[in-house]
């Protein structure tokens, strides 16, 4: 997440009626997204605890706010990169096997 590694599994669940769920070092988080070609708008609506101190498992990383700064994304072999609207990587997700 933003260049920085996150040091334990985080899953994030897309849904086909455009729902989606995340499970973080931090908690649950849980919001809607919206997609129309590459362009994406995620929403996190609510929030397991929270905490963003480095010496949290957050490792510094505020999911919520990053997340809401996804504004596209583009498909590399397995990898979803989701992008700002600058184009700057803020997450690479990987297809869980």
Not at 2 to 16: D, Y
Request: net charge positive; proline share 3%; aromatic share 10%.
């Amino acid at each position: 997440m933003e260049g920085k590694p996150i040091g334990s599994t985080a899953t994030i669940n897309f849904t086909r009626v455009r729902w989606l769920s995340a499970k973080t070092p931090c908690g649950a988080l849980w919001g809607w997204y919206r997609q129309s070609g590459s362009a994406l708008s995620i929403h996190i609506a609510g929030r397991g605890r929270w905490q963003t101190s480095y010496g949290s498992p957050c490792r510094g990383i505020d999911y919520q706010l990053l997340l809401g700064r996804v504004r596209s994304f583009t498909l590399e072999a397995d990898r979803l990169l989701l992008r700002t609207g600058s184009g700057q990587a803020i997450a690479i997700l990987m297809r869980q096997q």
